[in-house]
């Protein structure tokens, strides 16, 4: 497509639900990357794939996040047993190249309000 | 400890004035910075890149300084507009660790107003 899509745009989670964030990169990007953006907040690093390889997940926050890129498009992150903290922005970018010299394209990325 | 560091003040100006913005950081070796916009709700938007072995860059309006030794960049919009209102983030990646890792600070509020 066109640009990164990020689906929900919103999710409300009770505490202790299971979600599942999806994100489609753009056709023929090598390189994927999850972000987590709190309010006034940059966004921070969670883990980064190569195709289906998932070559960094130094940050993810807790053994409760599991990313997945099985076919190396299409990408999901996954939140076990959401807490509050977990509440934030969780956005998606992809890029040609794994190096960024040409900037990443980010979604709209996903809010998500644990309640 | 590794720090990024903008303004966290929101930046005023009046239409057609130059904004400028600063970014420090400290304890990165980054062969790269880039500057990104980002509007309420949406995502960053990436807007210039600069090399480590580059002083300056332009792209219409806009101009990027990096100065390695003071480890700073800043972040120049000339003949400012209402619509550059926006959130301005800089990003490095951090060649420690290799390069796929994008570093963000803080981002600083611009606002321009008519």
């Known amino acids: 497509g066109a640009g990164v899509s990020q689906s929900p745009r919103y999710k409300v989670a009770k505490r202790g639900q299971d979600v599942a964030l999806r994100c489609d990169p753009i056709s023929g990007h090598v390189s994927l990357f999850w972000y987590q953006q709190a309010l006034g907040q940059g966004p921070e690093f969670l883990t980064y794939f190569q195709n289906e390889a998932q070559l960094d997940k130094s940050g993810l926050p807790s053994d409760r996040f599991f990313a997945e890129r099985p076919e190396g498009s299409v990408s999901t992150l996954k939140i076990q047993r959401t807490q509050q903290e977990d509440s934030a922005v969780y956005l998606c970018?992809?890029?040609?190249?794994?190096?960024?010299?040409?900037?990443?394209?980010f979604g709209s990325g996903t809010r998500l309000t644990v309640v | 400890s590794q720090k990024i560091e903008q303004n966290s003040e929101a930046l005023n100006i009046q239409e057609g004035k130059t904004a400028t913005l600063t970014c420090n950081y400290t304890?990165?070796?980054?062969?790269?910075l880039q500057w990104y916009r980002q509007d309420p709700g949406r995502g960053p938007v990436f807007l210039l890149l600069i090399r480590e072995n580059e002083k300056e860059k332009r792209k219409e309006r806009l101009k990027v300084t990096f100065d390695t030794t003071l480890k700073q960049s800043l972040f120049h919009i000339t003949a400012s507009q209402p619509a550059d209102s926006a959130t301005y983030l800089c990003a490095l990646d951090n060649a420690n660790t290799g390069f796929q890792k994008l570093v963000f600070g803080t981002g600083t509020r611009l606002l321009v107003s008519p």
């Open positions: 304890n990165y070796s980054p062969a790269y």
């Open positions: 970018a992809s890029s040609l190249s794994g190096q960024g010299a040409r900037g990443y394209t």
